[in-house]
């Protein structure tokens, strides 16, 4: 008897004495930003023992990064003809929606506690939209985020709810879906034009910052992060920026993040380096200390408890000297008898913050600063500019124009003829 109690209590100390689950804070974000301007695009980062997806599309397709506070558009083209959105339809579409999906690590399973997102319409004010989510691909059953957090009310002439017209209206969904161990969570938007009497192109879906993120149980085996380095921009004598992307922290927070460079390759923590904070998901580096004219090679770093993981590496050269901008004129469109429109691209500063830009026109030629002139904001990039007052059928000759600290880069001459104005109609 004695033995058999030893026995038992032998393997209740045992059982007693075996760890927990770990519970570790988990979530999939998609910033959902314009990667022509380093943004993140369709691609997701990670934070905890999950697995994100790409964002994907069924019957729709990105139609820029244009909408409310640069958020991504898309419509109802998947191969760019011109679908229109179809008439009277006052139901979901159950074949066109935008899709994300996640699933938890190997021995992980995954309580989604939290959905939230920012959405709206564009160029429309009859946008609906239905957001589901399930662990069925085919969405058989599903969940749904409550219409009263998606939609925005009677805000326009016609009744019912609908998605805000060009702004974003911020939505917050607390649930509690258990995602086990080999089962995917699906999350999909179905974007409708609501209960027109015609076909309708050019209406717009749009959403930003896409995040599911919960509580991850199980015990995980952690990777280093998963990075990449962004390309390096605003090249100056003697400091650039740069900075890179944490797809997936391994399972475990990110502790430190940042850039390390140096003049031979394969720059390692004992190189110069930056510290930017912790995390997943993009961030920016400011890399300062840089000889004129020297050639560095820089790599972006993500550190957690499996150790440092560096992102590709990527070659610059300081500039030897600072140089006046260099900008391209926009050609000339919307002629009219006393106006006109053009602009410009601002491609590179020169090594120096543009302080201001536009265009100069005269009727002579290689115009200047001291002739007629726009104002047209400041830094890199297009911009556009409108030309006022001007004469009668007379030819102009353009440059557009951007201004630093070392003097003002012009950019190549167009000319072009103001109307004449038309002759009174007698009735």
């Not at 109690?5 to 032998?10: G, R, S």
């Not at 003809?81 to 996640?102: E, H, K, M, N």
């Not at 030819?395 to 003097?407: D, Q, S």
């Amino acid at each position: 008897m004695n033995k058999i109690i030893l026995t038992l209590i032998m393997i209740f100390s045992i059982a007693c004495a075996q760890d927990p689950p770990t519970i570790t804070p988990a979530s999939a974000t998609w910033e959902l930003s314009d990667p022509a301007t380093g943004g993140t695009g369709l691609t997701v980062s990670t934070s905890g023992p999950v697995i994100g997806y790409d964002e994907s599309f069924s019957l729709m397709r990105i139609n820029q990064y244009s909408g409310a506070e640069y958020s991504q558009r898309s419509d109802n083209r998947p191969s760019g003809g011109a679908t229109a959105w179809p008439a009277s339809q006052t139901t979901r579409i159950d074949s066109v929606y935008v899709q994300f999906a996640l699933s938890p690590m190997a021995g992980v399973s995954f309580t989604v506690n939290n959905i939230s997102f920012e959405i709206g319409g564009n160029s429309t004010n009859y946008l609906k939209a239905e957001v589901l989510y399930s662990t069925d691909s085919t969405f058989s059953t599903y969940g749904k985020v409550p219409d009263s957090l998606v939609l925005e009310g009677d805000d326009y002439a016609y009744p019912g709810y609908l998605l805000r017209g060009d702004t974003l209206n911020p939505v917050s969904f607390d649930l509690d879906e258990v995602v086990a161990e080999n089962q995917k969570l699906f999350l999909r938007v179905y974007p409708w034009v609501h209960d027109q009497t015609s076909g309708l192109t050019g209406k717009y879906l749009l959403l930003k910052n896409m995040v599911i993120s919960g509580l991850a149980e199980g015990d995980v085996a952690y990777d280093p992060p998963q990075i990449t380095t962004s390309n390096v921009s605003f090249i100056s004598t003697t400091f650039a920026t740069s900075g890179g992307n944490i797809a997936s922290d391994g399972g475990s927070p990110v502790t430190a993040r940042g850039v390390v460079w140096n003049t031979s390759g394969t720059a390692t923590m004992d190189d110069f380096n930056t510290e930017d904070g912790d995390g997943s998901g993009s961030f920016i580096s400011t890399v300062t200390g840089l000889t004129p004219g020297e050639t560095y090679y820089l790599r972006a770093y993500a550190k957690n408890i499996a150790g440092t993981a560096y992102g590709n590496e990527i070659v610059f050269s300081a500039l030897d000297s600072i140089t006046v901008p260099s900008v391209i004129t926009t050609s000339v469109k919307n002629i009219f008898v006393k106006s006109a429109e053009s602009g410009g691209n601002v491609t590179s500063w020169g090594g120096d913050s543009v302080l201001t830009r536009g265009v100069v026109w005269n009727t002579s030629g290689d115009a200047t600063l001291a002739d007629s002139l726009t104002q047209d904001g400041d830094g890199v990039g297009t911009f556009t500019s409108f030309l006022f007052p001007l004469e009668q059928t007379t030819t102009y000759y353009v440059r557009a124009y951007a201004t630093n600290n070392a003097g003002t880069g012009y950019g190549q001459e167009v000319h072009f003829t103001t109307l004449a104005p038309q002759a009174d109609v007698v009735k």
